[in-house]
């Protein structure tokens, strides 16, 4: 029988969550300013792109939870904007071809990464030194309960 959990940690652990929730919503309004005009979805498919470089269209629709035609039509408009490209066939599966970011899909999703990490860093060139090295000390924590 697992030990209850002190009351302490829980409201802790909802604080957090809500601050995070608040500091996840601005990072990515300013990707929303994205001169390229790309939606949510399409910036965040960039993104597992350039994270699974090679991935298959139908896997790409299993790891978004989204439904095959629906992910090849958000693939043809990613094409089209000259954004991705597919990678030559694979041998053992001619029907089977990679997704890459092309030079253009990568200078846009480093320009919407610059941005949200420059907004980031302005916030926090703000705070007093004490509570910049109060965050440094956190991240060691929040390390180690994202692991």
Known sequence: ?????????????????????????RIR?????????LSLQHRMLLSTIS????????????????R???????IKSLEAAGL????TPDP?????S???LSEHGAAVLEDIRN??????ARKLAQLPPEGAQALRNALIYLNEIGE
């Open 115 to 120: 941005r949200r990490r420059d907004w980031l």
């Open 92 to 96: 053992e599966d001619r029907r089977r």
């Open 29 to 37: 309004q300013e990707g929303d300013s994205d001169p390229s005009g």
């Open 51 to 66: 994270q699974t470089p090679g991935i298959g269209v139908a896997e790409l629709a299993r790891m978004e939870k989204l």
């Open 98 to 100: 990679g997704l890459l």
């Open 1 to 25: 029988m697992e030990k209850p959990v002190p009351q302490e940690a829980i409201a802790l652990a909802d604080e957090l969550r809500n601050v995070l929730h608040h500091v996840f919503r």
């Open 84 to 87: 991705i490209r597919r990678d």
């Open 68 to 74: 095959g035609p629906t992910m090849s039509g958000h």
